[in-house]
């Protein structure tokens, strides 16, 4: 059991209940109830099962980045933690409860639970195209099934479901490199679409699935006219990913959306 005590830079704390108005007593799994301050004694009791182990971190009030902290803390040494929290304006103790059905599950769902409550990553990446105008350009884009053709590296894009360019089709995409790819495994992700709109030139995916790490990734793409031609811009947000830095993201993305651009624009030249 770790015990992990934030005290404010004055060195002073002093524990004090929380100074929002007494509420009715709550029974709590640890014995500690909503009104009382809690008892390091019965946290450090709260993990004697051998057939489920549970996380009991007792919320009062508490920001989410330091209970993202707890989290990572746990993932990153594999034992179980009690948070102390001690303020000038009251006691405070962080507060998750997370069950399974045994501890290597909870370690390998804790990184995602930590991730949930971080902000995601967003960016965008534009390409121009000199000469060719964004009606010529848009019906290579809107070919949902056909993405293999301009973006670099990636060998296969295959219909898994639906009809190509309609809401809720999902294709396969697989063969791509990205800036983090260290042990030689075939990237692979399926994506759906979730909504076009011809009329402006814009439609919009997501990741359901894939070995790449993206979770609740949606990008919109849409094609803008320019006087030169034509630019698309391609807009994404996702949760952090472990082993990522957004600039790995924006890298991947900008650098094949470069790709893709020159591509189009030398096959509507030719």
Same mark, same amino acid.
């Given at each position: ?8 830079n004055?060195q &002073?704390?002093q524990?004090?209940?929380?100074p929002h108005?007494?509420?009715?007593a709550? &029974?709590?799994?640890?014995?500690i ?9 019965v946290l450090a +009791?709260?993990?004697t099962?051998?057939?489920?182990? &549970? ?6 009030h ?6 993202c902290?707890a ?11 009690s ?5 000038k304006k ?8 997370h069950?399974? &059905?045994?501890?290597d599950?909870l370690?390998e ?6 991730n ?9 990446a534009?390409a121009d195209?000199i000469?060719p105008?964004e009606e ?8 949902f099934?056909?993405?293999?053709k301009?973006?670099?590296?990636l060998?296969?894009c295959?219909?898994?479901?639906g ?5 809720g089709?999902v294709r396969?995409c ?6 983090v790819?260290?042990n +030689?495994?075939?990237n ?5 679409l979730l909504?076009?709109?011809p009329?402006?030139m ?10 790449v790490g993206?979770?609740s990734? /949606?990008?919109?793409?849409? /094609? ?5 031609g034509?630019s698309?811009?391609w807009?994404?947000? /996702?949760e952090p990913?472990?082993?990522?830095s957004?600039k790995d993201?924006?890298?991947f993305i900008?650098s094949g959306l470069?790709v ?11």
């Open positions: 059991m770790i015990n992990l005590k934030v005290i404010p004055d &002073s704390p524990p004090h209940k929380p108005p007494p509420t009715a709550v &029974s709590h799994p640890l014995g109830e909503d009104n009382d301050e809690p008892n390091n004694e +009791g709260a993990h099962s051998q057939e489920s182990r &549970s996380i009991f971190l007792h919320l009062y508490i920001p989410q980045s330091i209970l902290v989290i990572i803390l746990l993932t990153e040494t594999k034992v179980l933690l948070a102390e929290l001690n303020y009251g006691f405070l103790v962080a507060a998750v409860e069950s399974c &059905s045994s501890f599950n370690m769902s804790a990184p995602q639970i930590a949930e409550h971080l902000p995601k990553w967003e960016g965008k534009c195209l000469g105008k010529q350009v848009w019906p290579l884009l809107e070919d099934f056909g993405l293999n301009w973006f670099p590296t060998t296969t295959l219909p898994v479901e009809i190509s360019g309609q809401p089709c396969y697989a063969g791509f490199k990205t800036p790819d260290i +030689g495994e075939i692979w992700t399926k994506q759906k909504s076009i709109d009329s402006e814009t439609f919009s995916y997501s990741i359901v699935d894939g070995n993206f979770h990734y /949606v990008s919109t793409i849409k /094609v803008l006219p320019k006087e030169y034509c698309i811009e807009a994404y947000e /996702v990913v472990k082993g990522w957004l993201l924006d890298s900008g470069q893709m651009a020159k591509r189009m624009e030398e096959a509507l030249k030719a």
